[in-house]
DNA sequence: CAGGATCCCTAAGGATACTG
DNA sequence: CAGTATCCTTAGGGATCCTG
């Protein structure tokens, strides 16, 4: 039942919000991120309802996330599994982020941290612009791409991004 | 109402779906980020009731992501803002890459996007290590940073993470 | 194993009215 | 302006039972 939101407005972060803005939505991103295909392993793991968890699996489908695969094991039973798309696999930094600030502001728990497997350094989630520099929050506007005509930045004045 | 869930599990991204989980609370962050700091405007441009903006702000706040600052205009009468703090400002990479999702995958609705200020590039979020690599989806590794010992790396048996 | 159907509970959130 | 209080609706989600 948790059918993609239609009525997400105007700006990105809504829209994104819209889809994997659930706990157990942006859960089952992060086991399907993890490697999950099963509908019983997401089940499980994220610590779904069997319902819940059909619900957020064809919602996710919908939406372009994951792709619903039917496959059969060696003339066994037909079963389905669920893998990431590019556009799930985009999500990815901001999987990555929470995971960072969660583990960051962690209460005392004992925390996870992630690690590059290559190189075994920590992983961190970076805001970089196409010129290669680090961006700080301050230096940054928003600006419109439209096909008519390209608005300059404009921070002030934002009525209902 | 919508306190912090403290039943936010073991999992970072649990712990910070707990807090930012909801689309008023993630719109209220982001409101804070472009440098929106009175109750009004908060209520007007996320698009809430007063009551969620009473609720959001609060529960922010005893998060640690906001902080409420009573301040004064030359004699008169006393306001509140509210302020990012380090923990909220640390929460702009999740920003990003939402907007940055959002708009890369919008339906056709005219997008938006996000520049920096000094060179007006386009702005992205990207996944590092700090041995500086650029990494991809499937060169992630979860390792338990704990006290006692430090565990390596553990992708399968994973359990209620 | 992979769900669908039903029932019920709780949390998020809007609307309206009121206050320092 | 910056909220609080009350009421009500909806969506998320658990539990249980059932099916191909």
Redesign the pocket.
């Known amino acids: 039942?948790?059918?993609i939101?239609p009525a997400s407005g105007f700006c990105p972060i809504e829209k994104a919000m819209g889809v994997v803005g659930?706990?157990?939505?942006m859960l089952t991103m992060r086991e399907a991120f993890y490697g999950t295909t099963?509908?019983?392993?997401f089940t499980e793991r994220v610590?779904?309802?069997?319902?819940?968890?059909?619900?957020?699996?064809?919602a996710l489908t919908a939406a372009g996330l994951l792709e619903?695969r039917p496959y059969q094991l060696h003339g066994a039973?037909m079963?389905?599994?669920?893998v990431l798309t590019a556009a799930g696999t985009d999500l990815m930094p901001v999987l990555l982020g929470l995971f960072d600030w969660g583990a960051k502001h962690a209460d005392g728990a004992a925390h996870l941290g992630l690690r590059h497997d290559d190189c075994g350094e920590a992983i961190e989630v970076q805001v970089t612009c196409a010129g290669g520099h680090r961006v700080r929050p301050e230096e940054v506007s928003i600006t419109l791409i439209a096909n008519k005509h390209k608005a300059t930045g404009a921070r002030s004045d934002h009525n209902d991004r």
Chains 1, 2 share one sequence.
């Open positions: 039942m948790p059918d939101n659930s706990r157990n939505a099963r509908f019983d392993d610590g779904m309802s069997a319902a819940t968890a059909a619900a957020n699996l064809k619903r039973r079963r389905n599994e669920y």
